[in-house]
T-cell receptor, first 112, second 115 residues
Framework: GNSVTQMEGPVTLSEEAFLTINCTYTATGYPSLFWYVQYPGEGLQLLLKATKADDKGSNKGFEATYRKETTSFHLEKGSVQVSDSAVYFCALPRGATNKLIFGTGTLLAVQP | NAGVMQNPRHLVRRRGQEARLRCSPMKGHSHVYWYRQLPEEGLKFMVYLQKENIIDESGMPKERFSAEFPKEGPSILRIQQVVRGDSAAYFC?????????????FGSGTQLSVL
């Protein structure tokens, strides 16, 4: 079945540093891929998504490219801010439903 | 338009007690999903409900756990005779339709601690 493996955290960066959070997946076919973000004290929010191979999802300066060859969907941002401190989850659907399979989450802490 | 509301935010129970977790979906959403996040693990799907119907409970433990989404009122996740292993964060999500993951909205979760 579908699964996702996510880079373990925590990741601690200084402001304006470059961020990469790795995510690889195993799936039947080519499902949509998602990154969700959970800010402290809040629920998960959809950050970005990609619906097919070679698609690039982007939002709030974050990007992730759906790479079929490497079965990866790594999250990147060129210059992180303190306000980006949160837990980031990679996810994909289980079949054609809203049942999502999540990675374990990566805690990002950005220091001023 | 308020988001998905879950309460309580934190719930402490002693072993053997019952835990009731509530989820009010976003206005206009008739599909509710419950997920559980155990320590050091990702969120795991538990159950999917529409108004008055359980559609998929393949992720629910076979005993002690139940869920409902009545015609009126919030969705309830009930855990009877809680054990320490039930300690986790429980998240609810809602959507206006069956498919379309970009329309899935999550609540802030209920942190259940079993003493």
């Amino acid at each position: 079945g579908n699964s996702v493996t996510q880079m373990e955290g925590p990741v601690t960066l200084s402001e304006e540093a470059f961020l990469t959070i790795n995510c690889t997946y195993t799936a039947t076919g080519y499902p949509s891929l998602f990154w969700y973000v959970q800010y402290p004290g809040e629920g998960l929010q959809l950050l970005l998504k990609a619906t097919k191979a070679d698609d690039k999802g982007s939002n709030k300066g974050f990007e992730a490219t759906y790479r079929k060859e490497t079965t990866s969907f790594h999250l990147e941002k060129g210059s992180v801010q303190v306000s980006d401190s949160a837990v980031y989850f990679c996810a994909l659907p289980r079949g054609a439903t809203n049942k999502l399979i999540f990675g374990t989450g990566t805690l990002l802490a950005v220091q001023p | 338009n308020a988001g998905v509301m879950q309460n309580p935010r934190h719930l402490v129970r002693r072993r053997g007690q019952e835990a009731r977790l509530r989820c009010s979906p976003m206005k206009g959403h008739s599909h509710v999903y419950w997920y559980r996040q155990l320590p050091e693990e990702g969120l795991k799907f538990m159950v999917y409900l529409q108004k008055e119907n359980i559609i998929d409970e393949s992720g629910m433990p076979k005993e002690r756990f139940s869920a409902e989404f009545p015609k009126e009122g919030p969705s309830i996740l009930r855990i009877q005779q809680v054990v320490r292993g039930d300690s986790a964060a429980y998240f609810c999500a809602s959507s206006p339709e069956r498919q379309g993951n970009e329309k899935l909205f999550f609540g802030s979760g209920t942190q259940l601690s079993v003493l």
